[in-house]
């Protein structure tokens, strides 16, 4: 059977879609035999039931995601993980793809290897994104999903402050996400996270210190209070006790830089220079030996009283 040339209608979808077309689609604008002619020749593939590639070999990731998307079914979107890392998110990668479908939706194609399947009874234009493509869910609704589909309750934290800190959403937008849902996962460790942000925790360890401070008993501390330096400088202090004058660093791994480093002695310096007592703790502290990092910083509390 000779070579038939792209329609027009069909080549723009396949020049969106990197390529990767429904098998209805196909066979609408092309005819069942040149579709089945071309599959059969090795220059299309089926990678999985309903959807075909127009090229041999490896799919991209941008390839993969239009054809778990695709196999899915109408209204179908990407969500979670891989979702919010299409919208910018970093620092997290399951090696999933993650796909959201309504509920009483019944997806024909097999996915196994190829994407995970999530139904919601919520998938409506409020949590799907109106242009971006390939569809699927806005960032914050994205953002909430990964969190709860994450497989421990630090990787739930993790993600929660991640998208705030890299400024893909603010508390109030995920807030929003968890109010409109019914019952969820995690649904109070969420809430609480969000409320730990939206006071100042954007990172994993300011969270961990925050849980800290709650078990242990410890005076509520201002979080990411802001200070100004000699020069007239902006500068964010992870915990401050004002009355007291005590202020807590949480050192994560970038605090092993040299500059950054001395740049952190320089601030602490000064700051007891005015008359503050500083602690350090590296954020591993915070999280695996909390009960020495509590009664440091018990005792500072304690100092502060009796020299006031």
């Not at 040339?5 to 066979?27: D, F, M, N, R, Y």
């Not at 609704?141 to 309750?153: G, Q």
């Not at 500059?259 to 695996?288: C, K, Q």
Request: net charge positive.
């Amino acid at each position: 059977m000779a070579e038939t040339s792209i329609p027009p209608e069909l080549a723009a979808e396949l020049q969106q879609q990197c390529g990767v077309v429904t098998t209805a689609s196909a066979v609408r604008w092309l005819g069942r035999a040149a579709v089945r002619w071309r599959l059969e020749r090795g220059r299309w593939q089926r990678p999985c039931r309903g959807v075909v590639v127009t090229q041999s070999g490896p799919l991209s990731s941008d390839q993969l995601h239009w054809v778990v998307v695709l196999a899915a079914g109408t209204g179908a979107a990407l969500g979670g993980l891989t979702a919010a890392r299409l919208d910018g998110l970093t620092g997290f990668d399951d090696g999933r793809v993650h796909v959201v479908v309504p509920a009483s939706h019944k997806v024909q194609a097999r996915l196994s290897g190829l994407g995970v399947v999530h139904r919601s009874e919520l998938l409506g234009p409020a949590e799907v994104h109106p242009v971006r493509q390939p569809p699927r869910t806005r960032t914050p609704r994205s953002i909430l999903d990964a969190a709860m589909w994450m497989r421990n309750e630090n990787g739930t934290r993790a993600v929660l402050a991640a998208g705030v800190q890299q400024r893909l959403v603010r508390p109030e937008d995920l807030t929003a996400a968890l109010a409109r849902r019914g019952t969820v996962p995690r649904r109070t460790l969420v809430r609480t996270t969000l409320a730990d942000i939206a006071s100042g925790a954007q990172a994993l360890s300011e969270l961990d210190f925050c849980r800290l401070t709650r078990r242990f008993g410890l005076p509520e501390p201002s979080r990411q209070a802001l200070r100004k330096d000699k020069r007239g400088r902006t500068r964010w202090l992870d915990a401050c006790w004002e009355r007291e004058r005590v202020v807590v660093e949480v050192d994560g791994l970038w605090h092993m830089d040299a500059a950054a480093w001395w740049a952190d002695m320089h601030r602490d310096n000064e700051l007891t220079l005015s008359g503050y007592r500083v602690l350090r703790f590296p954020a591993f502290a915070v999280r695996d030996q909390p009960e020495v990092v509590a009664a440091q910083i018990a005792d500072a509390l304690r100092l502060a009283g009796e020299s006031g």
